[in-house]
């Protein structure tokens, strides 16, 4: 049985990547490709685009297709396993939006990262209080448990992209400061974060604008 999606990790992208630059360099098309699986062109368009857990059975008949000799297969195929593992966000994939899992991947392979927000202070700089009062006010139909859970996937993402060293540069209006979102304890465990991140030397740049 195949695993519940949760999107695809950067390895998982790499190995569906170098399947399509491998088949490209043997000349042949998607349809061309397609003849050596069982399925359709579309099947071998969800694994080139990593819409699809890795199969060996079927990549080995691509790899096999293309030309490529027995020792690069079998190196090949020693990766898959590890492609298909799910990411570290596979627990909270029941609270994430569709597009979280797709931008999770992707996330945790960036140097740097630019956010912004029109009204609100950018997501990557929220605290847990203030993501939680916003689940509150933007999704009301979530239980209690789904919104902490929500509220923790931010954290644990701030705390991976600190440990690798992101670089994040922030946007920010003004108006983010006013917009009343939970109570003044919120706002100020805001500022007291931004305090601390500079003092510990954070990879985190930011800009307040203000309305001409």
Not at 58 to 80: D, M, N, S, T
């Amino acid at each position: 049985m195949a695993r519940a999606r949760s999107g695809p990790t950067e390895a998982h992208r790499a190995l569906a990547g170098r399947l399509r630059t491998l088949r490209l360099a043997a000349g042949m098309s998607q349809r061309d490709a397609a003849e050596f699986l069982p399925g359709s062109v579309d099947t071998l368009r969800r694994i080139e685009g990593a819409a699809t857990s890795l199969d060996e059975g079927q990549v080995y008949k691509l790899l096999r297709g293309y030309g490529e000799p027995a020792e690069k297969i079998e190196a090949f195929l020693g990766q898959v396993a590890m492609a298909n593992l799910p990411g570290w966000w596979h627990q909270w994939r029941t609270v994430m939006d569709r597009w979280q899992m797709k931008l999770m991947g992707v996330e945790g392979a960036a140097s740097l990262i630019r956010v912004w927000d029109p009204a609100l202070v950018p997501t990557l700089l929220r605290t847990r209080s203030y993501a939680r009062a916003l689940e509150e006010v933007l999704r009301p139909d979530l239980s209690p448990a789904a919104k902490d859970a929500r509220a923790e996937l931010l954290m644990e993402r701030q705390r991976r992209l600190a440990k690798q060293r992101t670089r994040i540069w922030a946007i920010m209006p003004a108006l983010a400061l006013q917009t009343l979102v939970g109570d003044d304890e919120v706002r100020k465990q805001i500022l007291w974060g931004w305090t601390r991140r500079r003092r510990a030397g954070a990879w985190v740049a930011m800009r307040v604008c203000t309305s001409p």
